[in-house]
Structure formats: structure tokens, C-alpha cells
């Protein structure tokens, strides 16, 4: 069975940085390769949001509100996931989770939380 673990996640202040990484664990790297993969993060008392995604030919896709702050990244020889964030705002704050998808699998990690505040 797949699993995601994400890691990376803590306090800033606002305009600090983090780096998510999300590992997937008991799958063929050539499974992984294939994947779409996505960060989502939900706030206290909002709905799951769809942060950044890239697919396997590395098409990526951002929410309006982290482009240009926020990068994702893959490295499929180590089954991995990354978000670098950069400038982060009050408003990031959240629970990020790590997705991937593939045909009709589908693997949610459980989550880091990122916390910024002064």
C-alpha cells in the first residue's frame, strides 16, 4: 500500500520560508514517475484547497494567491515531493497535504502543518 509522508512543516514569521517534502513509500519508482502529484492545504474551519500540482510531464499549476511564491517540485528517482515557499502570509497558514494520483488510485498523506505568525 502507498503512503505519503510529509515533513517540513513548522512556525515562521511572515515573510520566512519553508520547504515541504513529501515521501512515497512502498511504490515502483516507475509507478511514481507516472503520477500526478499535488499539494492541498486546509485552514481552520475552510475546505481543502488545491495549492500547486505538477503531473508527470511536469505540467504545473499554482492557486492565484501563492504563484510566484510558491514552488513545486518532484524528484522521481527518490519518490519525492517538494514546496518551496517563499514570502509566506498570515493566510498560509494550514495543514498541507501531500496527493498523488494515478488511474483510479488515489494516496492523501496526513498532513504538516505550517503555521505563520508574529
Known amino acids: 500500500q502507498v503512503q505519503l509522508v510529509e515533513s517540513g512543516g513548522g512556525w515562521v514569521q511572515p515573510g520566512e520560508s519553508l520547504k515541504l517534502s513529501c515521501a512515497a513509500s512502498?511504490?515502483?519508482?516507475?509507478?511514481?514517475?507516472?503520477?500526478?502529484m499535488g499539494w492541498y492545504r486546509q485552514a481552520p474551519g475552510k475546505q481543502r484547497e488545491l495549492v500547486a500540482t505538477?503531473?508527470?510531464?511536469?505540467?504545473?499549476n499554482y492557486l492565484d494567491s501563492v504563484n510566484g511564491r510558491f514552488s513545486i517540485s518532484r524528484d522521481n528517482a527518490k519518490n519525492s515531493l517538494y514546496l518551496q515557499m517563499n514570502s509566506l502570509e498570515f493566510e498560509d497558514t494550514a495543514v498541507y497535504y501531500c496527493?498523488?494520483?494515478?488511474?483510479?488510485?488515489?494516496?492523501w498523506g496526513r498532513g504538516t502543518q505550517v503555521t505563520v505568525s508574529s
Open positions: 505538477i503531473t508527470r510531464d511536469e505540467f504545473i
Open positions: 512502498t511504490i515502483d519508482f516507475r509507478i511514481f514517475e507516472m503520477s500526478d
Open positions: 496527493n498523488l494520483k494515478i488511474g483510479r488510485m488515489e494516496v
